[in-house]
């Protein structure tokens, strides 16, 4: 099972780009695909995209669409979230997770989560 571990958060303004990374543990990396979520307070866990293992099909969330990239370097068994022209209510900790399960959005397929990195967007 992989271990999952974001970086790249912080703190921002309106408008900011920032690049979460998503570095992974194990051999098995290039056999997954891999979400984004995020969760802010007293809101459920929101699917932000995914891509598949091998980076020929990527799915956004209608609210990150064309401001959201996801990709993967599966030579360096990482995975990455660059997130442009953020808005205050992107703020929210985002996650990483594994999932064997092609095309899905739903937390419950995924199986292996990150700690989370949190990313606040000042106005």
């Known amino acids: 099972q992989a271990q999952l571990i974001e970086s790249g958060g912080g703190l921002v303004q309106t408008g900011d780009s920032l690049r979460l990374s998503c570095a992974a543990s194990?051999?098995?990396?290039?056999?997954?695909?891999m979400g984004w979520f995020r969760q802010a307070p007293g809101k459920e866990r929101e699917f932000v995209g995914a891509?598949?293992?091998?980076?020929?099909?990527?799915v956004y969330a209608d609210s990150v669409k064309g401001r959201f990239t996801i990709s993967r370097d599966n030579a360096k068994n990482t995975g990455y979230l660059q997130m442009n022209s953020l808005k205050p209510e992107d703020t929210a900790v985002y996650y990483c997770?594994?999932?064997?399960?092609?095309?899905?959005?739903?937390?419950?397929?995924?199986?292996?989560w990150g700690q989370g990195t949190q990313v606040t967007v000042s106005s």
């Open positions: 891509i598949a293992w091998h980076s020929a099909r990527t």
């Open positions: 997770a594994s999932t064997y399960t092609s095309g899905t959005s739903s937390p419950r397929d995924f199986y292996s």
């Open positions: 194990g051999r098995t990396f290039s056999s997954y695909a």
